[in-house]
């Protein structure tokens, strides 16, 4: 199982499209063979060598990928669900089905390769090394749609940024426009785009920092809407991912302001169902944008987010940098209790 780095390391391959294959094999089938003088039956020869060449090709582009792949439950279950998410839940079939066509296409090779040893003169090699060439594109063909799948899944996982799994990790969650990225990128080397529109943020990003000379990974996550996990996107399915299984505390994010982007009643249903996967010892509630209330707004939320949350809550403003570092600090405290 992937502890530590990046799980993008172990997706170092690349899928070729369907196209692509097929055009590089009938590029192999025309291609000229340069035959030392000495060589008898020069004709059929050539066509063996053709058949050993796309054999070699077609093995190492395709069919070999599933020997350079980990199996998903080799994996952290985070990237799991992000498999799960991007709706990519037949990873491991299609993993096994490409290392069944490889035995296919082998033994195919195998039989046609004999069959052109003892063809009888150049035409029959020739129709024998056709037919070689039609029924290999077939065997590709038929896995066509698993290999469209396969390079979504790796793309998926490669997106992720390195998490050292090893490491503490404070994810950041809330609706979208609370201000998320403005605090990560406040508190840690991560500098992620920041706008006044929803879904600003579409990825998982990681910055790093240090507290009190602890490496501390902050975790910047896509809003989530408060709505049940079946309705949610894929973009707020990473989000929920990463709440679930990177989380060593959360610090949940609140925009107080009279005209937030989604309303606080909107704001404290979703903390209710994040609370629901975390102990409350584990989740900061952090009141974010006081620079933009007064006093009476202030009690008035401060008032509602404690009738339904008995852990700690705190103000700040990631804009204007006030408490935030006090914010994180306070979050990797939890982590350790
Ligand atoms: N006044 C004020 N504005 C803030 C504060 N924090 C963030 N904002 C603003 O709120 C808007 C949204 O900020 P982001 O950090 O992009 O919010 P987000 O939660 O990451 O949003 P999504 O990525 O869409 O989920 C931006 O216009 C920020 O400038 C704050 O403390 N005070
Ligand atoms: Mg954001």
Do not use: W
Not at 39 to 49: A, S
């Amino acid at each position: 199982m992937e502890k530590e780095g990046c799980v993008s390391r172990l997706f170092r391959v690349s899928v070729p499209k369907f196209e692509e294959v097929r055009h590089r094999v009938l590029q192999l089938s025309r291609k000229p063979i340069a035959l030392p003088k000495s060589v008898k039956k020069r004709g059929m020869v050539k066509y063996l060598e053709r058949i050993k060449s796309i054999y070699t090709y077609l093995d190492s582009a395709i069919f070999s990928l599933p020997a350079k792949l980990p199996r998903s439950g080799e994996l952290h279950p985070f990237y799991r669900e992000l498999l799960k998410a991007a709706s990519i839940e037949s990873y491991d079939d299609i993993v096994g089905k490409l290392a069944g066509f490889r035995r296919v296409l082998r033994n195919l090779t195998l039989r046609y390769s004999l069959r052109v040893k003892e063809s009888l003169d150049v035409n029959e090699s020739r129709k024998l090394f056709r037919e070689y060439v039609g029924r290999a594109l077939s065997i590709v063909r038929r896995t066509r749609e698993d290999l469209e799948m396969l390079a979504r899944a790796i793309s998926e996982l490669r997106r992720m940024p390195c998490i050292n799994l090893n490491e503490l990790k404070v994810v950041v969650a809330g609706m979208p426009q609370v201000g998320k990225s403005t605090f990560v990128k406040s508190v840690s080397s991560a500098n992620p785009k920041i706008s006044p529109f929803p879904f600003t943020t579409r990825e998982i990003i990681v910055g790093h920092t240090l507290i009190s000379g602890r490496r501390v990974q902050v975790i910047d996550t896509p809003g989530i809407l408060d709505r049940p996990p079946e309705m949610l996107n894929n973009v707020e399915l990473r989000a929920l991912a990463a709440l679930r299984y990177l989380a060593d505390a959360v610090v949940f994010l609140i925009d107080p302001s009279r005209d937030s982007y989604y309303s606080l009643e909107q704001q404290l249903n979703l903390l209710k169902n994040v609370l629901e996967h975390f102990r409350q010892g584990r989740v900061l509630v952090a009141i974010n944008k006081v620079d933009r209330v007064d006093n009476l707004r202030l009690s008035e939320v401060l008032r509602a987010v404690a009738r339904l949350f008995k852990g700690d809550i705190m103000v700040m403003s990631a804009l204007k940098g006030i408490n935030t570092v006090e914010v994180l600090k306070r979050a990797t405290d939890l982590a350790h209790c």
